[in-house]
């Protein structure tokens, strides 16, 4: 008797280890695929996007409101840096998206340094949102061009920039073909999974080239924004001179509305 309890013992005890290892083996499993999520960026691809992309974030007081990724648009130190993104980041989180002017923007720089920002320009199309902040020498301007096409079935990357850990990441997916694929917004769509931080984070080919501005719709599609429709988008907007020479487009000083202003300054 004693001894049939100690074989059993002995098979629980083999049981037990056994089920260690499985475990172990599925967290191993797991934890690399999560690593392969977070590193299949290229450390080239890393290289050419990092000083473009920046991540945000909105403070209610002390309190996080929204936090998203944003593409450098221009960068001076006479200008200081513009930065489109998500009106998500300073809107309410209903479907209207209004604006929220008492929040507290903060940018994080590819360097890590973290730093306030304010709004230069609400009303966009496309549920854009362009902030400012002060010059860095970090940070360089997107390249942005209306001749960029995404070809069907083309391999494509939502890029997004951690707010807490500074980490440039991405999903893979392809283009949703098809003008039904086209909502009543002019929006476009890709089967990138993104989260809510990844909004107005860029869509690249896998040559870096930028095909589009990502914003959070469901869990099961990401809608973007195209490049050339952003380009027309910023036509009335500050743009470096190589930038308006490059894109034909005319300079016009940016100006709030008095409206704008006047929910902004309250």
Known sequence: MLKFRQMSRSSNGRQKIRKRVVKKEVSSIVSDRRKAVVENITQELATKLSPSIVSLASFDGDKMHFRSTGIVLANSSSGG??????????????????????LKIKLRLPNN????GWIKRYR??????????????DLRAACLNKTVQVEPHSQLLAVKHCFHSGKLMDTRGEPIDGPSEV???GFMFSTCKITMDGSGGPLVDFDGNIVGMNDYHDQKFTRYVPTNKILECLRDIWLCVDEMEDLSITFKPFRFTEGELRKITL
């Open 113 to 116: 340094e973290v730093v306030g």
């Open 183 to 185: 909502d009543s917004e």
């Open 81 to 102: 840096a513009c930065v489109l993104t998500s009106s998500a980041l300073v809107s309410t989180s209903d479907k209207e998206r209004m604006l929220t002017p008492a």
């Open 124 to 137: 966009l199309p496309f549920s854009m949102v362009v902030i400012e902040t002060r010059f860095s020498p």
